[in-house]
Structures are given as C-alpha cells and as structure tokens.
C-alpha cells in the first residue's frame, strides 16, 4: 500500500469512473484498474463495484476510502507544516469569484504576496456553478460564491466557510423620484428596466420575485462596472446586487447613487464565503489566506 494507492481509490470515488479518474490522474486505464486490484487484495476487500452504470464503492469502500481521504489529509497537513519552517514558501493559488466580490480581494492579496512572495496567485471571475464545477475537478483551489438553495447539490462533499451575510439591495440613481423612498418592493422594481450583474444568484432572486409579481424588464446584463454605473446615472435603469458589492466608500458612489433595502419575503439573508475540498495541496496556505480576507472585511 502506498500514498498513490490511496490517491487513486479517493479520486475514482469522488468521480465514479475509472476512465475520467485516468484522465484526471493523466495515466492509463488500465494501470489504474490494476493499482486499485492491487490494493484490494491487500486489504481482501473489495473497493468498488464495477458496471456500465459506473464505478462505485461498495459499503465496505465507502468506510475504508473516507478513511484514505482522511490519511491524504494528514499526509498533506505534514508537509505543510514542514514546509513553514523553511525560509521560502513556494506554490500556487488558484481562486475563482463570482462577479462583485473582486474589489474584497485586491487588499487581502497585496497584503498576502507581502508576507508570502513566492506564492502565485490565480484569480479568476466565473459563475457560482462553473465554479462548482471547477473545484470538483481540481482546476481551481478556492472559490468565492453566494450560497443559496438551488447550489446545494453541487456543494455536497465540499466545504463552505462563510465570510460575511449579504442581502439584495437595489442601486438607484440619486436624482431619481426612486431615491425619494425608503425601501422598494418588486411591484416598484419590476416595471423600471434593470441592468443586472451577469452573476447567477442575481439572476434566480430576480426569477424568484418574477414568478410572484410579474415579468422584469431587463435591459441588458452585464459584468462592465461602468456601464451599469452610466446606466444608472442618466437614469436609463436600475439595478439588483448584493450589498457587499457596492462600493459605498466611494465618495462619487455617495453622490451620485443611492441604496435601497428590497422589501419582499424572496429577499433572504445569504451567505458569501468560501468553498474548497479540504485535502487540497496548499491547504494551510490557503486557511490563512481566508483568515486574513475575514479579517479585512
């Protein structure tokens, strides 16, 4: 038995499949069905059940590969651990983040490349889903989604480590008769053309409120800052976000536009953080890197 021998029954597990576990692991099928034979007389047990529909563990697999995951982890956490004691830091971070949230990054990385600058850091902007998606084929480390109900699914077998709670607001420009109110419901948002953030959250809360209270009227949707912003300031359109992705320090966002609560029962409370598989290479490097962005917020 061997640490690679591990590695290969945990990855065939997470993807129910030899052939895409083979590709993942860039070896041949047929090496990685016999590591896996091997390991299993070994250990008199068998592994996995094999068929057309998939390679899936048995009962008996599901225990001892959990068991294997937990090893891996270890194994990880050791060279981790030895590696902060020597005077360069090497590696790699890769992270995705939904639109918005990009501007909470800049600080934290700059701080960090500070004290680690050997450390690469890849960042990326893509939907909740792609990024799902991404993390569960190791292309990227980290993710940096809005966590509601239709993502759960995708979420099983990962880690969530939540940063902060957001809430939809709608952006409004100052001179607007909407500015003039305290707070929106749909019926005072859906019939004014919006101008969305390309971002999959946005889209479904404005789905959700369109199933109770009627169509919206999109005008466009976009990821380009600036041209919600000019949208907004020649009172053209309004637009939805969540509140963290505004950026009210600004003192030209203070003058010229102005945030409204959404006042309707879709309007929950959501949770923005982090999402990642614990036993990935350069875990600890990654848990301080999300510490130190909790702690800028």
Request: glycine share 4%; net charge negative; charged share 25%.
């Amino acid at each position: 038995m061997n640490m690679e021998q591990l590695a290969y029954v945990v990855e065939v597990a997470k993807m129910n499949s030899l052939s895409a576990a083979s590709q993942h692991l860039h070896m041949t099928l047929s090496a990685l069905s016999q590591s896996i034979s091997n390991l299993e007389s070994e250990l008199g047990v068998k592994l996995f059940t094999r068929s057309r529909q998939g390679t899936v563990p048995t009962p008996e697999g599901r225990v001892l590969i959990q068991k294997a995951a937990e090893v891996l982890d270890k194994v990880q956490e050791l060279k981790d651990e030895a590696q902060s004691f020597t005077s360069t830091i090497t590696g790699e971070i890769r992270i995705a983040t939904i639109p918005g949230p990009m501007s909470l990054l800049v600080k934290t990385i700059a701080s960090y490349k500070k004290d680690y600058p050997h450390v690469r850091i890849e960042i990326s902007e893509k939907s909740s889903q792609d990024i799902l998606n991404d993390i569960h084929h190791n292309h990227i480390d980290l993710g940096l989604i809005v966590r509601y109900e239709e993502l759960e699914p995708s979420l099983v077998d990962l880690i969530f480590d939540q940063l902060v709670d957001a809430r939809m607001v709608c952006c409004v420009s100052r001179n607007g008769k909407l500015a003039l109110q305290e707070s929106l419901k749909p019926t005072d948002i859906l019939p004014v053309p919006l101008v969305l953030y390309q971002e999959d959250y946005v889209r479904w809360f404005v789905d959700q409120i369109a199933l109770t209270y009627g169509p919206a009227d999109v005008l466009f949707t976009t990821n380009n800052t600036e041209a919600i912003k000019r949208a907004l300031k020649e009172e053209l359109a309004i637009t939805l976000g969540l509140d963290y992705s505004f950026t009210v320090e600004d003192r030209l966002f203070n003058k010229d536009y102005v945030l409204l609560p959404v006042d309707t029962p879709e309007n929950r409370v959501v949770p923005l953080g982090w999402v990642h598989i614990g036993n990935r290479k350069g875990a600890k490097w990654m848990k301080s890197f999300m510490s130190r962005l909790k702690l800028e917020l």
